[in-house]
């Protein structure tokens, strides 16, 4: 969490579906806010600066690509 994130995006560069869970919990298959597809992209949305935690589908190849933009 970063309460002076402003926005973030995430990039799947991957090659398995990346699930995040922004409620502030652990992520998992069955408990997420968002599944981003391999190669796939997600804005945060505005204003958001709680925790964001994520787990891949199964063994990736490859990462998430995360900026996150911060400001007063």
């Known amino acids: 969490s970063n309460v002076l994130r402003t926005g973030a ?6 090659t398995v579906a990346l ?3 922004l409620t502030g919990g652990t992520a ?9 597809a391999a190669d796939g ?3 945060v949305p505005f204003g ?5 935690t ?3 589908a199964s063994d990736a190849s490859g990462a998430a690509r995360i ?3 911060t400001g007063n």
């Open 41 to 43: 992209y997600f804005e």
């Open 48 to 52: 958001y600066t709680g925790l964001i």
């Open 67 to 69: 900026t996150e933009w």
């Open 9 to 14: 995006s995430i990039w799947n560069d991957s």
């Open 19 to 21: 699930y995040l869970d």
């Open 28 to 36: 998992s298959a069955t408990s997420c806010s968002v599944k981003i």
């Open 54 to 56: 994520g787990i891949w």
